[in-house]
């Protein structure tokens, strides 16, 4: 398969997971369709194609060289005003990194999971760590959580017996990464809390709590696993443009935003 070929195949999978984040130049992508729908007459260089990763408070141009993936690497530059200048300067670095430990292959994806994981801790470093309670123990309540991943079967069963026991609505989006939304009763988000963060976990993190809202505010019945189109190399990775239907569907839809800082 062509450079150019490899390139489109590479967009077109990152924007069905993340879509609005990945922004390609137009006219590189015309290039691009161009040289590989001409490659057996065509022996000339692949073009560069350069696009924009956006995320809440940063941004990178990319520049995917002629030759990427075989024998060229990306490489990146960052545009933020939110990251002090060391910070920026450790995530190209640990961007580096990931494009080192995958020469030769397709690089964007992991560097889109590497640098959201990192605006992620360095964010929970910055706010809470425990649960605040406002509102009367009565309040519905509303917690949204991502991770890492979430394969576990174990911690699935946990979870969806929990929400049982504790009269919770909501649901569990496995794969990576991996999402979590539990409603109801203050008290009961409370102790969920408490349980789901005493497991082991890479990463999970309190994204977003709506606290005090009416009981007419519920939006979900029963807790559930959500399954949509899988991708991916493992077969690991839901497909978020469907989730974010989802989302919007039941009237939820600044939540992907919010859930996926873009």
Known sequence: MSSSQQKLDELDLLESMYPGMVNPDPDDISRCHGHASSLSSDPSVPPSLQLVLKFTSISFIVTLPPLYPETERPTLRINTSS???TAAASLIDECQTVIKDNDGELTLLPIIEMIREKLEVLEEEQRQT???????????CRMWYYAHHIYSREKRTNMMAWSRELGLSGFILPGKPGIILIEGDTVGCREFNVRVRAMNWQLLKLQHEERGLDILDAKFTGFNELIFDVHGRCNNHQDLGQFKEYLNGIGLKD???ILFKI
């Open 255 to 257: 939540i992907f935003t």
């Open 130 to 140: 425990d649960v605040t309670e406002t509102g009367g123990d009565d309040a519905l």
């Open 83 to 85: 990251l002090s200048k």
